[in-house]
T-cell receptor, first 112, second 114 residues
Framework: DAMVIQNPRYQVTQFGKPVTLSCSQT?????MYWYQQKSSQAPKLLFH???????NEADTPDNFQSRRPNTSFCFLDIRSPGLGDAAMYLC???????????FGQGTRLTVV | AQSVTQLGSHVSVSEGALVLLRCNYS??????LFWYVQYPNQGLQLLLK??????LVKGINGFEAEFKKSETSFHLTKPSAHMSDAAEYFC????????????FGKGTRLSVIA
């Protein structure tokens, strides 16, 4: 049974058109993360929520925002997608900051 | 800041041969260490982890890794490669203090030749 679910698996959006990616979890984990992974590269952490506490990485562009309305759901909003934002976006959860991460299947974003 | 270095962006082995993927960490205090596998267009799956205790860690799919503090290494091995092992492998670290998220190495792509 999937424990971290990302929707959709594939998303095509137009240049400059806001897009939202979704992540849900059934693990009741405290921490939820969003990573960006470009082709043949390591996942790069964008931000994470520890409960309701939002933690943004210093080099995450302002174009990327996140919301966590409750424990189970977390959203990634890209306000004005550019061609350079095309990537795989991975959601992950952990019980706390020093425990193993569980990943969703990812959403592959294409910007046209 | 904590980091991991994976030596070799691409490793190719014959089916049935030994798999060795290298990972070194940078820390004076042993961190928590992980190996993840990623198949094409999939998320990451945990293979194994080291936190404390036994330095030889066994994971899924026949993989194991040995934590060597003296070498600051956590290399991943499998005695006999299978075609299904072809994937991207990431070494990752969490500082022992536990107050920072997972940091990944750049990854090693494993190819298995029939």
């Amino acid at each position: 049974d999937a424990m971290v679910i990302q929707n959709p698996r594939y998303q095509v959006t137009q240049f400059g058109k806001p897009v939202t990616l979704s992540c849900s979890q059934t693990l009741n984990h405290n921490v939820m993360y969003w990573y960006q992974q470009k082709s043949s590269q390591a996942p790069k952490l964008l931000f994470h929520y520890y409960d309701k506490d939002f933690n943004n990485e210093a080099d995450t562009p302002d174009n990327f925002q996140s919301r966590r309305p409750n424990t189970s759901f977390c959203f990634l909003d890209i306000r004005s997608p550019g061609l350079g934002d095309a990537a795989m976006y991975l959601c992950a959860t952990t019980y706390s900051l020093n425990t193993e991460a569980f990943f969703g299947q990812g959403t592959r974003l294409t910007v046209v | 800041a904590q980091s991991v270095t994976q030596l070799g962006s691409h490793v190719s082995v014959s089916e049935g041969a030994l798999v060795l993927l290298r990972c070194n960490y940078s820390s004076s205090v042993p961190p928590y260490l992980f190996w993840y596998v990623q198949y094409p267009n999939q998320g990451l799956q945990l293979l194994l982890k080291y936190t404390t205790g036994a330095t030889l860690v066994k994971g899924i799919n026949g993989f194991e890794a040995e934590f060597k503090k003296s070498e600051t290494s956590f290399h991943l091995t499998k005695p006999s490669a299978h075609m299904s092992d072809a994937a991207e492998y990431f070494c990752a670290v969490i500082p022992n203090s536990g107050n920072a998220p997972l940091v990944f190495g750049k990854g090693t792509r494993l190819s298995v030749i029939a």
